[in-house]
Nanobody, 117 residues
């Protein structure tokens, strides 16, 4: 299993950023996927999940209305569109298989998102 996140960036508060996660080695089209983030010195937290068919999507309360998770099963890619970013959204963002709870113990390198005030 290989998960490669991309789309790192530095934006001002209120700005937007898009992240991507390319997956290989797993049945991408049938498995739920999620985004997580980790603040410096803190544990990783769940951000958003999407089922294999995109029929069910779930966000943590703090990102509802600002973040959009989506996927392209042909390209084996997961996306996270982030709008109206806040400094609290700063962190390293990761993707993993699973719905809310991560399926794999191993993680990719993540991608850094920094939001300045």
């Amino acid at each position: 299993v290989q998960l490669v996140e991309s789309g790192r960036g530095l934006v001002q508060s209120g700005g937007s950023l898009s992240l991507s996660c390319e997956a290989s080695g797993i049945a991408f089209s049938t498995s739920a996927k999620s985004w997580y983030r980790q603040y410096p010195g803190k544990g990783r937290e769940w951000v958003a999940s999407i089922t294999g068919s995109s029929s069910s999507i779930y966000y943590r309360d703090s990102v509802k209305g600002s973040f959009t998770i989506s996927r392209d099963n042909v390209k084996n890619t997961l996306y996270l569109q982030m709008r109206r970013l806040k400094p609290d959204d700063t962190g390293v963002y990761y993707c993993n298989a699973g719905y809310v709870s991560p399926e794999f113990d191993s993680w990719g390198q993540g991608t850094q998102v920094t939001v300045s005030s």
